[in-house]
């Protein structure tokens, strides 16, 4: 039922004109205001969980630290926001491997040991050439196996001069681990097919 017939049943037809015409405006605009505030009730109540939050969808992302990133679809938006509320922390590998599936990707956790001669491949060490060997004991690289590697090669005419020849990256998990890892450490990503 809306607002304006309830209001209009409200008023003691014996004190007021119940069928006259500035009383069934003033019921019409005090109605609609009602109903907007029933809407607006609505939807805060709607917002209690990300995934039926709506327009309010935004404020879980501010609560959660999260940008927000309007190019991303609605439900990749909720993930990030479930991610972030589920990550009530952890260290471990089978930590971070149950965070990545619960937002659909399956990865690998390579942690390096130099003081067991453990470290990453050749090409892998070529970035990490400026860093002492035992700054490598806090490295971890983690393998994507299903993520959107974005594949972005240097084009002539389209790349300016110190773009790399190639650069890739799926940015939802990438955020994701960056914002999660332990803050000592460096965490680098590879991506299989």
């Known amino acids: 039922m809306e607002h304006k017939q309830v209001l209009a049943g409200l008023y003691p037809p014996v004190a007021y004109d119940v069928g006259g015409e500035q009383f069934l405006i003033q019921c019409e605009v005090d109605g609609r205001a009602f109903d907007r505030l029933?809407?607006?009730?609505?939807?805060?109540?709607?917002?209690?969980?990300?995934?039926?939050?709506?327009?309010?969808?935004?404020?879980w992302e501010r609560v959660c630290g999260l940008a927000t990133d309007l190019s991303l679809?609605?439900?990749e938006r909720v993930?990030?926001?479930?991610v972030q509320?589920?990550?009530?922390?952890?260290?471990?590998?089978?930590?971070f491997t149950q965070l990545a599936e619960s937002i659909g990707?399956?990865?690998?956790?390579?942690?390096?040991?130099p003081l067991q001669h453990d470290l990453p491949e050749t090409g892998d060490l070529v970035q990490f050439r400026q860093e002492p060997e035992e700054n490598l004991i806090f490295m971890w690289r983690?393998?994507?196996?299903n993520g959107d590697s974005n594949i972005v090669y240097f084009r002539?005419?389209?790349?300016?001069?110190?773009?790399?020849?190639?650069?890739?990256?799926?940015?939802?998990?990438?955020e994701f681990f960056r914002d999660l890892k332990p803050a000592h450490t460096y965490c680098y990503f590879a991506y299989s097919s």
Do not use: H, M, W
């Not at 993930?79 to 479930?82: F, L």
């Not at 990550?87 to 471990?92: C, I, M, P, Y």
């Open 73 to 75: 679809s609605y439900s």
């Open 142 to 145: 983690v393998t994507v196996g």
């Open 85 to 95: 509320l589920n990550a009530v922390g952890g260290l471990s590998i089978p930590y």
């Open 156 to 174: 002539a005419g389209n790349s300016c001069a110190g773009e790399p020849l190639v650069s890739f990256g799926d940015a939802i998990i990438e």
């Open 38 to 59: 029933q809407q607006k009730a609505t939807a805060v109540l709607n917002a209690i969980s990300p995934e039926e939050s709506g327009s309010l969808l935004v404020d």
């Open 105 to 113: 990707y399956q990865i690998v956790i390579k942690e390096f040991s």
């Open 79 to 82: 993930n990030r926001v479930i």
